[in-house]
T-cell receptor, first 112, second 109 residues
Framework: NAGVTQTPKFRVLKTGQSMTLLCAQD?????MYWYRQDPGMGLRLIHY???????AKGEVPDGYNVSRLKKQNFLLGLESAAPSQTSVYFC???????????FGDGTRLSIL | GQSLEQPSEVTAVEGAIVQINCTYQ??????LSWYQQHDGGAPTFLSY????GLEETGRFSSFLSRSDSYGYLLLQELQMKDSASYFC??????????FGKGTMLLVSP
């Protein structure tokens, strides 16, 4: 009964380092999303995917890259981390664009 | 672009009824959803309105008026566990969701 699983849950990086956040879903959903949430803010869409092998930019894509090589996995990459990317990152999936999104528990990322 | 406005905080007592309003601006409209988030945890889906009117799910109801660009979430028989942040979320295009900044609901005994 896993749903959407995000790894890691916490990470501290130094400015300029790179890392990849992994999202895995076991619901056979076509659509997957990456959001960031900053204090006192709603979630802002970074990138999304409407199926294996596809990706698209969301509201705040700069500084991030994504890949969807397998249907169940959606990876978010930071090539050169910046302090402005300190945030909580949420992954979500849905069966269709107008269906509810199921969220993971988030990754808390701090960049010093 | 798209924008949503909702109150930043609402307080109520256990057993009461509370309404959280949301107004929006968008160039295209697919629907308005509501999500709940406890203490920064995973947001969970509550309700969706694609057409005008009221949708009821247990103690929660959601209303939409497309002509007024307005919706609300109604929570009845409030419980302490309902203390959380509530987000109205606009579907304005293909696979695109825009979240409001959230309303923190504080339920007191």
């Amino acid at each position: 009964n896993a749903g959407v699983t995000q790894t890691p849950k916490f990470r501290v990086l130094k400015t300029g380092q790179s890392m990849t956040l992994l999202c895995a879903q076991d619901m056979n959903h076509e659509y997957m999303y990456w959001y960031r949430q900053d204090p006192g803010m709603g979630l802002r869409l970074i990138h999304y995917s409407v199926g294996e092998g596809t990706t698209a930019k969301g509201e705040v894509p700069d500084g991030y890259n994504v890949s969807r090589l397998k249907k169940q996995n959606f990876l978010l990459g930071l090539e050169s981390a910046a302090p402005s990317q300190t945030s909580v990152y949420f992954c979500a999936s849905s069966s269709a664009s107008n269906q509810p999104q199921h969220f993971g528990d988030g990754t808390r990322l701090s960049i010093l | 672009g798209q924008s949503l406005e909702q109150p930043s905080e609402v307080t109520a007592v256990e057993g009461a009824i509370v309404q959280i309003n949301c107004t929006y601006q968008t160039s295209g409209f697919y629907g308005l959803s509501w999500y709940q988030q406890h203490d920064g945890g995973a947001p969970t889906f509550l309700s969706y309105n694609g057409l005008d009117g009221l949708e009821e799910t247990g103690r929660f109801s959601s209303f939409l008026s497309r002509s007024d660009s307005y919706g609300y979430l109604l929570l009845q028989e409030l419980q302490m566990k309902d203390s959380a942040s509530y987000f109205c979320v606009l579907s304005s295009g293909y696979s695109t969701l825009t979240f409001g900044k959230g309303t923190m609901l504080l339920v007191s005994p």
